[in-house]
């Protein structure tokens, strides 16, 4: 294999390459390593016998430069990138960010707003007729009508919007290699309906209906028996679904405006979905739009150690493509968002913890899926060849750092629960915690040669690690694994507000910083708690905010940042905020229970000016707050 993917012209005639199978047009540089998905799913398809070519950040103003590596023979994959195309260019406020850490040099502006959208019309330009698949965090999150904070609209499938094809979610590994066969036997894009993780469309309600009345239904993973990795195949008894429901989800039109009735569809059609993001218990998901239909298959399966091993030995670079070497118009080089991730490892996927304001779980879902010991410290070993490594691992985790395992047994069987959250104020008593898989991963890390210290900078869950009666992942974590500072997320302390955000209560926080000073004493070091807050999450008024004022008085922590609540696609924090009703939870007439919202610029400054009153130039916007919710008594507290 080569070094690189394609990604140039030249690189197709050094190849003597007249036709590549595949085109990745991505929102992001091009950076070979697995924590970008061009270079993952590019790999991965190299080496199941498939050309790629990565087009990354074209003009998305000329067709022409769809054109650089001519039509593929199979398919254009198309992804805005490792983020939302419109979180990537805008702040939490609706600002224009100033830069993008996923472009050559930082520089903003080489991402186009709704990105996959805007490259499918491109690219339909370019070449019409030709197969175009969209996948990624955006078309993932927006596979079903959605609300829009930009545009402050429910806007229809991007699937629908975008006039592509085929719909890949979740992360796709397996979903991409079935296609890519599929399409090998001369399928179209458009009469792939089988394939687990996939999302599809039809204008036919005889299509509906044959599915519906359909006895056989199966989505393999791979019908191929020449396919490379034989994990890919599955067993027939684990291959069909004709016992499961085929769910009609509230259509667009009922869910899209502005009323009362059209959000408590909205938040029932979210409901549901939400519910069937597990690939064991997830039912067939239907959507009517106008006259067409959005069919959603049920998710792909967790992928086995074995099969995620595989793909993290695929033969990375981990470096960015040289044509970044060169300065950009900013006089910056390379891609910035690599080192936040050259020298960190990927341990696990999935997550469990279920943030109401994070769409990890509805992207990646509940189970979580790990590599093991080995191929970790085998890909540690080669960081440390690095000539750019000085010894330190930044971080070994994924979405939640020390989730290593399912939440409980019940879950390889059964899946996640549908109606029961595995964390939060409640947790479930089934709920199995353990450390030592991720402690001796740990141990073996800090052993191998030249390394000098392996942080742990992605999330944990302090509410999970308080749970263990075993504290030596607690003692360990302090020992070793940290430097001065430990970040973490309590995000609020209103109960109210913890239980909407599927948090675990204050006391619970208050009690892990008692353990986490207690411990530290003991080991004679130094070291600090740097906790997170969320301003403007659903549930949380200007009174919850005076709460967490007083409380970072109290404890004498004063926060640099405060992040503003970010209503994305696919949270249920977002779907609270469009409809200030909380899905999770019914009133005694069926409808759903009331959620306040701070909506507007105003009262959302209000409340960040709070939690960071000790800026001076808050002061005033302190004193209207306080004033507004009655509270004018705190004012004197705050700044004796």
């Not at 039509?71 to 490792?82: E, I």
């Not at 679904?241 to 259509?251: A, E, R, V």
Request: overall charge positive; some cysteine.
């Amino acid at each position: 294999m080569n070094d690189f993917l394609i990604a140039t012209p030249q690189d197709l005639k050094d190849r003597n390459i007249s036709e590549v199978d595949f085109v990745f047009v991505s929102g992001d540089g091009y950076v070979d390593h697995p924590s970008f998905a061009a270079a993952l799913l590019g790999r991965l398809l190299e080496s199941h016998g498939f050309s790629v070519a990565i087009l990354a950040q074209p003009d998305w103003k000329n067709p022409d430069s769809f054109k650089i590596f001519g039509k593929p023979r199979l398919a254009f994959l198309v992804s805005s990138g490792a983020m939302d195309s419109m979180v990537s260019n805008y702040t939490a406020n609706n600002k224009p960010r100033s830069e993008d850490a996923y472009a050559h040099g930082g520089e903003k502006g080489h991402r186009p707003d709704r990105a996959i959208t805007t490259y499918v019309g491109a690219i339909r330009q370019a070449y019409k007729g030709t197969n175009i698949i969209i996948g990624g965090i955006e078309a993932s999150l927006r596979r079903f009508s959605h609300y829009d904070y930009w545009s402050n609209t429910v806007k229809r499938s991007i699937l629908l919007d975008s006039k592509a094809d085929l719909l890949i979610y979740g992360m796709g590994e397996r979903a991409i290699i079935e296609i890519a066969n599929q399409l090998k036997d001369g399928k179209s894009a458009r009469e792939i309906r089988n394939v687990r993780g996939t999302c599809w469309y039809t204008g036919k309600e005889s299509d509906i209906a044959a599915l519906q009345s359909s006895t056989n239904l199966s989505f393999p993973y791979s019908t191929r028996e020449s396919c490379e990795h034989k994990d890919y195949q599955v067993k027939p008894d684990n291959d069909t679904f004709d016992k499961k429901q085929f769910i009609h989800l509230p259509s667009f039109e009922e869910v899209k405006n502005d009323s009362p009735e059209s959000k408590q569809k909205y938040a029932q059609s979210y409901l549901i979905q939400e519910q069937n993001t597990d690939a064991i218990n997830a039912d067939i998901l239907i959507e009517k739009t106008d006259s067409r239909f959005v069919v959603q298959n049920p998710p792909a399966m967790p992928l086995s150690t074995e099969e995620m091993d595989k793909i993290y030995s695929l033969p990375f670079t981990r470096k960015w493509h040289p044509m970044y070497d060169k300065p950009a118009a900013n006089g910056k080089s390379g891609i910035p968002a690599l080192s936040e991730v050259k020298f960190s490892l990927t341990s696990c996927r999935g997550c469990f913890g279920a943030c109401s304001f994070c769409a990890i779980t509805f992207h990646q879902g509940r189970r979580i899926q790990s590599r093991s010991h080995n191929s970790l410290v085998e890909e540690a070993t080669k960081m440390t060849k690095d000539k750019d490594f000085k010894g330190y691992i930044h971080d070994v985790g994924g979405p939640t750092a020390n989730f290593r395992n399912d939440a409980c047994k019940n879950q390889k069987e059964n899946g996640a629960c549908k109606n029961k959250d595995c964390l939060g104020v409640n947790p479930c008593k089934n709920v199995k915690v353990s450390h030592t898989d991720y402690v001796e991963l740990l141990q073996k890390l800090r052993n191998i040669p030249n390394v000098k210290k392996v942080f742990i900078r992605s999330g944990i869950r302090f509410d999970y690690l308080m749970m263990d009666k075993d504290k030596t992942f607690f003692t360990e974590l302090c020992k070793h694994h940290i430097s001065g500072q430990l970040k973490v997320a309590p995000e609020h302390v209103n109960d109210n507000v913890l239980r909407l955000m599927r948090k675990s209560t204050h006391k619970v926080y208050e009690q892990f910083s008692d353990e986490y000073e207690r411990i530290n004493k003991e080991l004679g070091k130094k070291q600090f708690l740097v906790p997170y807050y969320i301003a403007g999450h659903p549930g949380a008024d200007l009174s919850a905010a005076v709460d967490v004022a007083l409380y970072l008085k109290k404890t004498g922590f004063v926060p640099d940042q405060v992040q503003d609540f970010y209503p994305t696609p696919g949270s249920l924090a977002t779907c609270m905020y469009w409809t200030e009703l909380n899905p999770r939870k019914k009133n005694a007439d069926g409808t759903f229970e009331k959620v306040y919202v701070a909506k507007g610029g105003h009262e959302r400054r209000l409340q960040r000016a709070l939690l960071q009153f000790n800026k001076r130039e808050n002061m005033n916007l302190v004193k209207e707050a306080l004033k507004l919710c009655g509270r004018e008594n705190v004012f004197k507290i705050l700044y004796r």
